[in-house]
């Protein structure tokens, strides 16, 4: 069983920043991939980032440039940092997680960008 939990998310105003923490219960060199999607109201969960073992990451095209995924297997955290923030980006964000054939999720944490 992985547990992940996240953590870092709050609200911002427009052209603003958050890094949000993904930490996880067991070591994550054996969850992968993991990444972050989110979810707005109204909408479907839609995948934000993703990042291998080997460091590979992918971006929706929406935060291309904008998101940044990073993954400390030291610490089994993988981080999403989000620079330049605006209102669509605002969503219940969630950690993802594979490992073997088990899809693993977070809690999920809010993020808000308003002014």
């Known amino acids: 069983q992985v547990q992940l939990v996240e953590s870092g998310g709050g609200l911002v105003q427009p052209g603003g920043s958050l890094r949000l923490s993904c930490a996880a219960s067991?070591?994550?060199?054996?969850?992968?991939?993991m990444g972050w999607y989110r979810q707005a109201p109204g909408k479907q969960r839609e995948l934000v980032a993703v990042?291998?073992?080997?460091?590979?990451?992918n971006y929706a095209d929406s935060v291309k440039g904008r998101f940044t995924i990073s993954r400390d297997n030291g610490k089994n955290t993988v981080y999403l940092q989000m620079n330049s923030l605006k209102p669509e980006d605002t969503a219940v964000y969630y950690c993802y997680g594979k490992r073997s054939i088990i899809d693993y999720w977070g809690q999920g944490t809010q993020v808000t960008v308003s002014s």
């Open positions: 990042i291998t073992s080997g460091g590979s990451t």
């Open positions: 067991t070591s994550i060199s054996r969850i992968v991939p």
